[in-house]
Every structure is written in structure tokens, then in C-alpha cells.
Nanobody, 125 residues
Framework: QVQVVESGGGSVQTGGSLRLSCVAS????????MGWFRQAPGKEREGVAC????????NYADSVKGRFTISRDNAKNTVYLQMNTLKPEDTAMYYC??????????????????WGQGTQVTVSS
């Protein structure tokens, strides 16, 4: 049984940093791509970053390029999202997704099979 669990959310001020972690038990690095998504109140879920551990491809939303970095520790079967220079518009529930496309990675939610419950990120001005 696959279980996806996020952690690391919290409250920070503008310009601060957070690192989110995601453990996908039951999956390995060759189980497809993984991604981070976020959803703010009243808005649709949007793809933030994704990574394919096999071919090391990554993809980022334009709004986070240069500020967020996705990485994976295969030994720990954990995917991270390092978020720097946070802005109030980054405030959202962040979700980890797994079991995505094997050939690369996509930022569309429909490309992923397994989802976590989310971790809240709040950035105050």
C-alpha cells in the first residue's frame, strides 16, 4: 500500500525559507516522477515543482523558478522542496504527489496517482 506523507510546513515572514519533506512509502525511485503542488483558498491546485529520479529531470512553475528547489534522497526515499525568498502569494496548502510520468515529469495534477494530505505554508508580510 502506498502512503504519501508531507511535513515541514509552517509560518514564516516574507523573505524567509522553509523546507518541505515528502516520504512515499511503498514506492522507489523507479516508480515514476514526484511533484509538489499547492492550493490557496478559492484557487485551483497548481503544480509547483516536479522531479524524475531516473533521468534527473526537473520542472518548475514560473512563479517559483530561482526560489524553490526540488530534490530527492533516494536512500531515505524522500523528496524535498526547499523554498527560499518566500512571498505572501506562496501561502497555500502544499501537497506531495507520487507515481507520475516515467519519461520525465509534468506539473499537471492528473499525471499523478498518489497524494498526501498536505502541509500548510503561511507567509506573512
Amino acid at each position: 500500500q502506498v502512503q504519501v506523507v508531507e511535513s515541514g510546513g509552517g509560518s514564516v515572514q516574507t523573505g524567509g525559507s522553509l523546507r518541505l519533506s515528502c516520504v512515499a512509502s511503498g514506492l522507489t525511485a523507479d516508480s515514476g516522477s514526484m511533484g509538489w503542488f499547492r492550493q490557496a483558498p478559492g484557487k485551483e491546485r497548481e503544480g509547483v515543482a516536479c522531479l524524475n529520479a531516473l533521468n534527473r529531470l526537473t520542472n518548475y512553475a514560473d512563479s517559483v523558478k530561482g526560489r524553490f528547489t526540488i530534490s530527492r534522497d533516494n536512500a531515505k526515499n524522500t523528496v524535498y522542496l526547499q523554498m527560499n525568498t518566500l512571498k505572501p502569494e506562496d501561502t497555500a496548502m502544499y501537497y506531495c504527489a507520487a507515481g507520475g510520468w516515467y519519461g520525465g515529469c509534468r506539473l499537471g495534477a492528473s499525471a499523478y496517482t498518489y497524494w498526501g494530505q498536505g502541509t500548510q505554508v503561511t507567509v506573512s508580510s
